[in-house]
């Protein structure tokens, strides 16, 4: 690292971009081949687990976005000079093939005759790489626009994000297939596959970016007990509107979908993801420096969600864990296999590191 970037370090941010893509790896690992034995929603346990998996994109989201955001208003510079853009446009760019790449139905690139209405299905869902990469796009496009407007970050992206949390509702209702092909359709709702469309799952992005603006304008204020403090606050205050709209929501509806399509569940998430950056950044308000190891494993999230995503559901090009072992594994024999896979990661990363080998994070 140069002495610029050591200065500019913010290590709660670290510590939550490390956690993230570690989170993911047990997360996915854990959910290939822990047997359906052990998937007892009346086990706290597993509940715990289950519940921390939902919160695993909402991190790694609003990571995502204010890493983006915090680099890019590091340079104080205007938007068509920011040399930042062109390196958020190349890394939408990447993003948005390797999503697909992730997910191509057919080793032999452009043979396609034996390719099934299934594949092509998987193909065109819109998954996490895409999403940060329209993210990342969006946010750049925002950014553009408070310039011009001479409005500040924080209302620009807020009112962004509200609108791709309160587009969630009617936009998830609508059969986007009968109005558009199949590979636009999923990135409006889930209806035709997608994990993650931009509604609502760019929201947490942008939300991100609200974070990493005032970050980087502010470039000490995460060294007080009171930044922690007021993090915190909002994360309350998102959880209060959340169940309270629970309870708007079982009286007028008679019945309550807070944990399955509910937009209150956004809320919640939020919430929870504002929360634990706050007892994050709190944590690290004592702690001048990190193991060079966490911020390897930040820094190479891109190569290890390809890396472990590989491994375990396998791709065009190789078969992955989940065909001889998917859900057959025992409850101790499962968390061991999720040790080993986090262990293979790291130590990858410090190879690469050790041997240094070119490699690009998921934002940079």
């Known amino acids: 690292m140069t002495e610029s970037s050591k200065k500019n370090r913010i290590i709660f941010i670290d510590l939550m971009r490390a956690f993230a893509v570690l989170q993911m790896v047990q997360g996915h690992t854990v959910d290939v081949l822990l047997s359906d034995n052990f998937r007892d929603l009346n086990n706290p346990i ?14 790694f989201m609003f990571t995502a976005g204010t890493v983006f955001t915090y680099l890019f208003r590091l340079v104080n510079e205007p938007f068509k000079n920011n040399p930042r853009v062109k390196k958020g446009i190349k890394r939408f760019l990447l993003l948005f093939v390797l999503g697909y790449l992730l997910r191509y139905p057919t080793p032999t690139l452009v043979l396609f005759n034996n390719v099934t209405a299934d594949q092509w299905k998987t193909f065109f869902a819109v998954d996490v790489l895409q999403l940060i990469g329209f993210g990342i ?3 750049m496009i925002l950014a553009y626009i408070a310039e011009k407007t001479k409005l500040s970050d924080y209302l620009v992206f807020s009112a962004a994000a509200l609108l791709f949390f309160v587009l969630y509702v009617p936009f998830s209702q609508i059969d986007w297939l009968k109005y558009l092909p199949a590979p636009l359709a999923g990135y409006f709702y ?14 947490y992005v942008v939300s991100g970016g609200v974070l990493g603006s005032y970050l980087a304008k502010k ?15 909002f994360g309350i205050g998102f959880i209060v509107l959340a169940l309270v709209g629970n309870v708007v929501e079982q ?9 399955t399509t509910s937009p209150n569940l956004i809320l919640y998430r939020m ?5 634990l950056n706050s007892l994050v950044s709190f944590i690290s308000l004592k702690v001048n420096s990190i193991p060079k190891l966490i911020i390897l494993v930040g820094r190479n999230t891109l190569l290890i969600y390809i890396v472990h995503l590989s ?3 396998g791709s065009a090009w190789n078969p992955g864990l989940i065909i ?8 101790w024999l499962t968390i061991t296999s999720a040790l080993i896979m986090i262990t293979l990661m790291v130590v990858m990363v410090t190879m690469i590191n050790k041997f240094k080998i070119r490699n690009k994070q998921l934002v940079t």
């Open 190 to 203: 889930s209806g035709s596959g997608s994990n993650f469309p931009l509604f609502p799952w760019t929201g």
């Open 311 to 313: 491994m375990l559901y």
């Open 324 to 331: 001889p072992f998917g859900r057959s594994f025992s409850a």
């Open 219 to 233: 470039p000490d204020v995460f060294k007080s007990a009171r930044f922690s403090m007021n993090l915190s606050l």
């Open 271 to 275: 919430g929870i993801v504002l929360i």
């Open 46 to 59: 597993f509940s715990f687990w289950l519940f921390m998996r939902g919160m695993t994109a909402p991190i």
């Open 251 to 259: 009286y007028v509806a008679s019945s309550s979908n807070f944990w």
């Open 137 to 139: 796009l969006f946010l």
